[in-house]
């Protein structure tokens, strides 16, 4: 069935490092792709997403672009914040449900 | 209402014991969701309703669990005589339409149930 993995955490960066999480999947068809973010005491939250291959999803200073011949959708961010600190959850949508890799601990040091 | 709201925030309850979990979504949205987190983990799919049908059960992991939404509007979890390993965050989300990538699911913050 349809799968999703994405780097463990936590990652641990300094501000305004570079960031990227890894994501790839497995699916029949071309999925849409997400990206959601959890911070502290919140809900889950979308941050990106794209619908078809090439497609670039950004927010917030975040990137990620889908890309089919790796089956990849890693996230990018030029310059990471102290508020960035969250967990990061790859997703795709698979028919009636959205599959989600195990999320990635952000840490971000001052 | 602003976001999708779900009651309680925590709940602890003995082993064998009956709880329903709460979930009332974005108003007029006809999608609902209701995911299961455990620690370390991402959600996994439970149910999905479209109305007040459930479209898809195909998650709920067994016949304890079951899920309602008469009115189209809220929706109760059901847990029947639980178990220590029902314990996680049951998240509810809910979105405009039915998925196909093209309409944002909105989560609740989670009813965070620990079974003693």
């Known amino acids: 069935g349809d799968s999703v993995t994405q780097m463990e955490g936590p990652v641990t960066l300094s501000e305004e490092a570079f960031l990227t999480i890894n994501c790839t999947y497995t699916?029949?068809?071309?999925?849409?792709l997400f990206w959601y973010v959890q911070y502290p005491g919140e809900g889950l939250q979308l941050l990106l997403k794209?619908?078809?291959a090439d497609d670039k999803g950004s927010n917030k200073g975040f990137e990620a672009t889908y890309r089919k011949e790796t089956t990849s959708f890693h996230l990018e961010k030029g310059s990471v914040q102290v508020s960035d600190s969250a967990v990061y959850f790859c997703?795709?949508?698979?028919?009636?449900?959205?599959?989600w890799g195990a999320g990635t601990k952000l840490i971000i040091k001052p | 209402g602003a976001g999708v709201s779900q009651t309680p925030s925590n709940k602890v309850t003995e082993k064998g014991k009956y709880v329903e979990l709460r979930c009332d979504p974005i108003?007029?949205?006809?999608?609902l969701y209701w995911y299961r987190q455990s620690l370390g983990q991402g959600p996994e799919f439970l149910i999905y309703?479209?109305?007040?049908?459930?479209?898809?059960d195909s998650g709920l992991p067994n016949d304890r669990f079951f899920a309602v939404r008469p009115e189209g509007s809220v929706s109760t979890l059901k847990i029947q005589r639980t178990e220590r390993g029902d314990s996680a965050v049951y998240l509810c989300?809910?979105?405009?339409?039915?998925?196909?990538?093209?309409?944002?699911?909105?989560f609740g913050q989670g009813t965070r149930l620990t079974v003693v």
């Open positions: 997703a795709l949508d698979s028919n009636y449900q959205l599959i």
């Open positions: 989300a809910s979105s405009l339409a039915g998925p196909g990538g093209n309409t944002e699911a909105f």
């Open positions: 309703f479209q109305g007040t049908g459930a479209a898809d």
């Open positions: 699916a029949t068809g071309y999925p849409s």
């Open positions: 794209a619908t078809k």
């Open positions: 108003s007029g949205h006809t999608a």
